[in-house]
């Protein structure tokens, strides 16, 4: 049977979690769901008794993901990514608005309506953020994007990618002319504050840790 929307959510969020290949905590669980810990710990429990199991959960050692956990996860993400793709290039979406209408939709559209939908874009390979989008047999792409915070002066690259990102910061980025395929040049690098120069269409700007990390580039 398909997951609930509730079990959908958790996957999810493990998945984004243990993207790096570390286990996610219960206590960072509870965060990205605004859930409490004590509620988190007896879903996961739950989960990781499933048949087959969603899970893998260890005591004081965190999350991780069985195989069933990943295709159920990977699912989800597909429908989410495809919708955001068709609410931005159908309907007129900015994308920064497209977030929330996606979450909403991910847990009711048909595999049919998924299989439509991809065929009627074109089968992307990302969404309007430049995330990947997970193939039609559940299998994540290679992601071989560095972020942006990694780069020093003189470097260049592409932009691919916005991850984890809120609607202001989307915006702001849009002002910034830092979307996808934009192609920048690192001119400086501050070691005290981890800032970076950076260079755009002519523009310059400043930027620190916390936006640097979010954006990730194909290096020239």
């Not at 979450?103 to 065929?119: G, Q």
Request: glycine content about 4%.
């Amino acid at each position: 049977m398909k997951p609930s929307t509730s079990i959908q959510d958790y996957l999810k969020r493990i998945y984004e979690l243990t993207e790096n290949g570390s286990p996610a905590s219960t206590n960072d669980l509870a965060r990205e769901l605004n859930i409490k810990p004590a509620s988190v710990t007896g879903m996961i429990q739950k989960l990781a008794n499933e048949k087959p199991a969603l899970l893998e959960y260890q005591k004081h050692q965190g999350v991780t993901l069985t195989s069933a956990g990943k295709k159920a996860a990977l699912e989800v993400i597909r429908h989410h990514r495809l919708l955001e793709t068709w609410l931005v290039q159908t309907l007129g979406y900015s994308w920064d608005e497209v977030h929330e209408e996606a979450e909403r939709l991910e847990h009711v559209i048909s595999e049919d309506f998924e299989r439509r939908i991809a065929a009627a874009l074109g089968h992307p390979l990302r969404d309007p953020h430049g995330e990947l989008i997970p193939t039609a047999d559940l299998k994540m792409p290679l992601d071989d994007s560095t972020p942006l915070s990694a780069l020093r002066k003189n470097q260049t690259g592409k932009i691919l990618c916005i991850k984890g990102a809120d609607a202001d910061l989307l915006r702001h980025l849009d002002e910034l002319g830092l979307t996808p395929n934009a192609m920048i040049e690192v001119t400086d690098y501050s070691p005290f504050d981890h800032n970076l120069t950076i260079k755009v269409e002519k523009k310059t700007h400043v930027l620190g840790l916390s936006v640097t990390s979010k954006i990730f580039i194909e290096q020239k």
